[in-house]
């Protein structure tokens, strides 16, 4: 009769167990995709304020005489920078999003920021950009050089001078420390 017992706690105890074990993973399950979504979202945010942040340098600055410099950094856990001097304009882009941060293919303002959501087949991705087209003639080491800055553990510095003015705009000056 005694084995009997001990058998049968047995047999509770790794069935309550395994009970246990699968209703952790499905909470799990449902949980996990809305915390992939929350830290797209945070990333994206943070992405906007840093850019917002990067754009009211610039803008002091234009507004200094030529000669003065700042240096500006910049954190990228996810994403790309983009500067293109051609067009006058900064752009950050984050791919592998949950979700689309807002409506799909729609352009989206931010202050002097461009928002727009692109919806790929598994996943989402968001363009932020800061456009100076006819403000500032925005440069790269002080020429038309495209450059582009991946995600990395450490910030990124950089130096942002004030040039003289060519063609009736103020040129702006993007340096790279490392």
Do not use: C, H
Not at 81 to 109: E, G, M, R, W
């Amino acid at each position: 009769m005694l084995t009997k017992k001990r058998g049968q706690i047995w047999i509770e105890t790794v069935l309550y167990t395994l009970i246990g074990i699968s209703l952790i993973a499905l909470v799990l399950a449902f949980v996990s995709p809305r915390i992939s979504e929350a830290k797209d979202r945070a990333v994206v945010e943070q992405t906007l304020s840093s850019l917002n942040d990067l754009d009211s340098e610039i803008n002091s600055l234009a507004s200094l005489p030529s000669g003065n410099r700042r240096v500006f950094e910049i954190l990228m856990k996810r994403g790309e920078l983009y500067i293109l001097p051609a067009q006058d304009v900064i752009q950050f882009k984050i791919s592998d999003l949950s979700k689309p941060y807002s409506q799909a293919n729609a352009t989206i303002k931010f202050g002097k920021i461009e928002l727009i959501s692109l919806l790929g087949k598994k996943t989402s991705s968001a363009t932020m950009t800061l456009n100076y087209t006819g403000l500032v003639d925005i440069k790269y080491a002080g020429a038309e050089t495209e450059k582009k800055f991946t995600q990395g553990a450490t910030p990124y510095r950089f130096f942002l001078e004030n040039r003289d003015i060519a063609n009736g705009m103020r040129v702006i000056s993007i340096e790279s420390a490392s």
